[in-house]
């Protein structure tokens, strides 16, 4: 019998959160904002309180950094979300966004905010920038289809993380722009860029890291804690799938559909030429526009042992995790974008109720 729990959650919710003493100061408390009063773009009765209130959930601002070497707080099969820029490659443990939900970050000259919510296991990196000003986003405490909605501290805005805009105040309508990250095991993380850093549990918080704050919930399928506004059981609802988003149009990958070793796949989706490549041992899918810049069309297949290269195609040139050509006579040029994230489907369902399935169930 499918398990929704509301009234009890709240309160087991409060006394989780209130067990963990903060001993920094970059988390605000309870600050109620003008926001919260205007009109919204999704259903109010559809917004639900989680319990901890605003900012209960402290939000990182200023996170540590140590070596992959130094790392001995992390197992090789635990997930960590990626990011590169300009070379430089850099984690963040799901472990730590369990507790924080959302980490604040500026890596090269990207302002960034890791945002992650455990109850989806939907990971989306966010620009910080808005109108050309620099801002940082923290956990509103409120849950839409009971996932994340974070706030912008420049306008006080709410967004919601899955439909990647923003849903209530001033900036009511506006699209978030987003980084493709690479969410894997630490394992095939470390293998992909060994000079990575990695996000420390030095966080200035008082959190037992080493604890799953939510019980059963990642592993039991018909334990949804908050309602969703619609259902779809063709996939068990934990089951982790890459969505990719064009133009409203959503079609989900499963790992199912890919080997043990890195397999490429074409698609076609919304007027867009896909190249999704994955490796379900390695635990990474991700999506990619078949398009190196010129409106071309590459035909691509698998590189094996050779991370992060993982893709070479029809002209020679070799493509890594992050979609640039790394050899080749398309030398540094980069495959297109395409808002995807790893999830679990039964929140790609619950936003997108037309959301298709690539390949045979």
Avoid at 105 to 119: K, M, S, W
Avoid at 121 to 147: A, K, M, P, Q
Avoid at 275 to 300: C, K, M, R
Wanted: net charge negative; with cysteine; aromatic share 12%.
């Amino acid at each position: 019998m499918k398990r929704i729990l509301f009234i009890g959650l709240l309160f087991s919710l409060m006394l989780l959160w209130g067990c963990g003493k903060e001993t920094g100061s970059n988390g605000n408390s309870s600050v109620q904002g003008s926001g919260a009063q205007e009109a919204w773009a999704i259903p109010r009765e559809d917004i639900f309180d989680g319990g901890p209130g605003k900012d209960g959930i402290p939000a990182l601002l200023e996170p540590e950094f140590v070596s992959a070497a130094a790392a001995d707080y992390l197992s090789d099969e635990e997930l960590v979300i990626g990011i590169v820029v300009d070379g430089e490659a850099r984690a963040y443990p799901h472990h730590i966004l369990d507790w924080h939900e959302i980490i604040n970050d500026r890596v090269g000259q990207v302002d960034i905010a890791v945002t992650y919510c455990p109850l989806t296991g939907t990971g989306i990196g966010w620009s910080r920038e808005i109108d050309g000003s620099i801002t940082t986003f923290g956990v509103s405490g409120l849950l839409y289809n009971s996932n994340l909605i974070p706030y912008d501290r420049k306008t006080d805005s709410n967004w919601s993380q899955i439909r990647l805009d923003c849903v209530n105040g001033a900036l009511r309508g506006t699209k978030a722009e987003t980084f493709p990250l690479i969410e894997t095991s630490w394992r095939t993380w470390k293998e992909m860029y060994p000079q990575t850093t990695v996000v420390t549990r030095n966080t200035g918080y008082d959190r037992n890291y080493g604890r799953y704050p939510y019980g059963s919930y990642r592993t039991e399928d018909d334990f949804l804690m908050f309602p969703v506004t619609n259902e779809d059981d063709r996939i068990p609802n934990k089951e982790r799938v890459l969505g990719v988003l064009q133009s409203d149009e959503v079609r989900v990958y499963r790992f199912a559909g890919f080997d043990d070793s890195i397999t490429v796949v074409h698609d076609h989706l919304r007027g867009k030429n896909l190249v999704i490549v994955g490796n379900q041992e390695d635990n990474f899918l991700l999506a990619f526009i078949n398009d190196p810049g010129d409106g071309s069309t590459l035909s691509f297949g698998a590189v094996q042992g050779q991370y992060p290269v993982v893709m070479t195609d029809d002209e020679g040139n070799k493509w890594d995790v992050s979609g640039q050509a790394v050899s080749g006579p398309r030398k540094n040029a980069r495959l297109g974008t395409i808002p995807s994230f790893l999830g679990y489907w039964f929140s790609f369902a619950a936003f997108y109720p037309d959301v298709s399935i690539y390949g045979t169930l």
